[in-house]
């Protein structure tokens, strides 16, 4: 795969200008508001040990971002040079297994063995396979349709106004330990199964930053809620969202959001960091997976038996290895489960994934995802701190709420494109942002 996406740039030449003017704006955007990180030695040690490394970088110091040089003006003909020396000729692949400490795999090949003289730990050096070189040569004659370079990153940023908040959004009370005024959130709205708070950067931070942390609560009955095989559906559901948002939010994390999902006891806790300016199109974006992924449908977001056994597997290794902690861990444990009587042991977990896995089969995990996240009775809390006011932060609920909850609703046949034609309809939106804005926002070939 690596091979022939090493083709594919090779036969796409020349490359767009704005893949490389993205990267430009992505090193630049990482250097911005470097004065205000604590870990002001370590920046300055990468800078002082680039400029080290390079003759270039020393006589210009101006051309560094973030420890990096400046990518300059786009010279396809450079990038050329780059890309023919990427090949099986210029190589080196490094492989690690335990199992390579007794059994060394392909013994015949080995050209050299030796000891590693920090941790004595041993190691092997071999060449290429003709096997190995024969299929790694045959990329050039691949076409892999699955492949495809990368489209324009709409969540990338320009925008670093910094937003002063008045003194009146400042809700301050006294810390009963300090005694000085702390600020604490907003209540800015407050229904049934919904209460979303912000809280205002008060210039402590001066950075245009914010984190946006959502707690959804899946709908359960009392009964579910103690149910060991909902419980582990849930929790099973929850790591391949997880896993699959690495994926899916990739251009959101290469513009400098980190957005990521994980279990609760109750449901999903959604966090995203990042510049203001697309924190709620990264959060619209974010919802949009977790409302149309699909356990059964053949579509872009869709999940085969493959994945779920891969990751309940993986779920089974890590159940395993935590019999493994420290005792101290491992009393901790005994202590919650004794204190609560929804806390299941490792045992518990194990035994019953053991001998129910017809639980975890694709069927069973769509009727999990229908049942209990496809739920007009969700219950959501949103925490919006940092670099927002208080009146944008409601309107972007609101807007997010009440189109998003329409196509949360909809059959899954009919959601398709849903969320862009009530944007579009909706005068609020229409007011901020043009229809061929919206459009082209939708776009992921834009």
């Not at 809390?381 to 670099?387: E, R, T």
Request: proline share 4%; glycine share 2%.
């Amino acid at each position: 795969m690596v091979f022939n996406y090493i083709q594919k740039l090779k036969n796409s030449r020349p490359l767009p200008d704005f893949l490389w003017d993205e990267s430009q704006q992505i090193l630049a955007n990482m250097f911005r508001f470097q004065e205000n990180n604590k870990n002001v030695f370590s920046l300055v040690q990468n800078l002082a040990r680039t400029m080290a490394n390079e003759n270039y970088i020393a006589e210009n110091p101006e051309k560094i971002f973030y420890s990096y040089a400046e990518p300059g003006d786009y010279s396809p003909e450079n990038l050329d040079k780059i890309l023919e020396f990427v090949d099986l000729k210029n190589c080196v692949i490094s492989l690690s297994a335990s199992d390579f400490e007794k059994n060394w795999p392909e013994e015949e090949n080995i050209v050299a063995k030796n000891t590693e003289k920090w941790y004595q730990s041993s190691y092997g050096v071999r060449t290429f396979t003709e096997d190995e070189k024969s299929m790694w040569s045959a990329a050039d004659d691949v076409k892999d349709e699955s492949l495809y370079l990368p489209q324009k990153n709409i969540f990338l940023c320009d925008n670093f106004d910094l937003k002063i908040p008045e003194k009146s959004q400042l809700l301050l009370s006294k810390n009963p330990f300090t005694n000085e005024p702390t600020q604490y959130p907003n209540l800015l709205i407050n229904k049934p199964g919904v209460q979303i708070f912000c809280k205002p950067d008060n210039q402590s931070f001066n950075s245009p930053k914010t984190i946006i942390i959502a707690s959804i609560r899946f709908y359960l009955t009392n009964e579910e809620k103690t149910d060991l095989k909902t419980r582990l559906q849930a929790s099973l559901c929850s790591k391949i969202i997880n896993n699959m948002l690495d994926e899916h939010m990739y251009d959101s994390s290469v513009a400098g959001y980190d957005a990521k999902a994980s279990k609760t006891g109750s449901g999903l806790s959604i966090q995203i960091a990042g510049y203001d300016q697309k924190a709620f199109r990264v959060l619209e974006e974010l919802l949009d997976f977790i409302q149309n992924f699909s356990f059964t449908e053949n579509t872009k977001n869709s999940i085969d038996q493959e994945k779920i056994d891969s990751h309940l597997d993986q779920m089974v290794k890590n159940l395993k290895n935590s019999l493994l902690n420290q005792p101290y861990q491992l009393a901790m444990g005994q202590v919650s489960k004794l204190l609560s009587t929804n806390t299941l042991t490792v045992e518990e977990k194990l035994n019953f994934i053991g001998n129910s896995k017809d639980v975890f089969q694709l069927k069973e995990m769509d009727n999990f995802k229908k049942n209990h996240m496809v739920k007009n009775k969700l219950n959501v809390k949103m925490l919006i701190s940092g670099n927002e006011s208080l009146k944008n932060s409601e309107k972007a609920y609101e807007i997010v709420q009440r189109n998003a909850m329409k196509v949360w609703e909809a059959p899954t046949s009919k959601r398709s494109g849903l969320f862009k034609k009530l944007l579009i309809q909706d005068q609020d939106v229409i007011s901020s942002i043009s229809k061929d804005e919206i459009i082209k926002q939708f776009d992921y070939k834009y």
